[in-house]
């Protein structure tokens, strides 16, 4: 289990750094969000995922695994949407302009390819630790 913890931590905080990377190219083009959407990125984009990597490291990893699952296929709803379909200046191909249009871009794909493993790996283990049998099938 502690190899499952392991990797879940390795995930959370790859992300976390992506996703400061991916607030200083928001602040540097000035793309501000909507209060409610800034609510958003620190429960369930920043918050949630440090108390998933958390619990995989107590006797709970299957609500850790859960949290994980949870919270990162709400980023990646999120960050998909707002990022590559609504027409926006948050949107990757209408960003103001600036020297950080890059490291957005960077770290638009990038957040949206952790979320996506993160989120698999929270499922993955949810089901393995919920149901040990079911990870030899």
Do not use: C
């Not at 995922?49 to 990893?61: D, E, I």
């Not at 957005?104 to 283990?125: D, H, K, P, R």
Request: no cysteine; charged share 5%; aromatic share 12%.
């Amino acid at each position: 289990m502690k190899r499952n913890a392991a990797i879940a931590t390795a995930l959370v905080l790859i992300h976390l750094v992506i996703a400061v990377l991916h607030g200083q190219a928001h602040k540097s083009l000035g793309v501000d969000l909507a209060p409610w959407q800034w609510s958003y990125v620190y429960i369930v984009i920043t918050a949630m995922p440090l108390v998933a990597m958390m619990l995989y490291w107590t006797p709970l990893p299957a609500l850790g695994g859960l949290f994980l699952f949870v919270s990162m296929t709400g980023s990646l709803v999120f960050g998909v949407y707002y990022h590559f379909v609504e027409i926006s200046p948050d949107n990757v191909n209408h960003l103001p302009e600036g020297h950080a249009q890059g490291m957005f871009i960077a770290t638009a794909i990038l957040l949206a390819i952790t979320e996506a493993a993160a989120a698999a790996f929270g499922f993955w283990t949810f089901v393995k630790v919920k149901n040990p049998s079911s990870a030899s099938a």
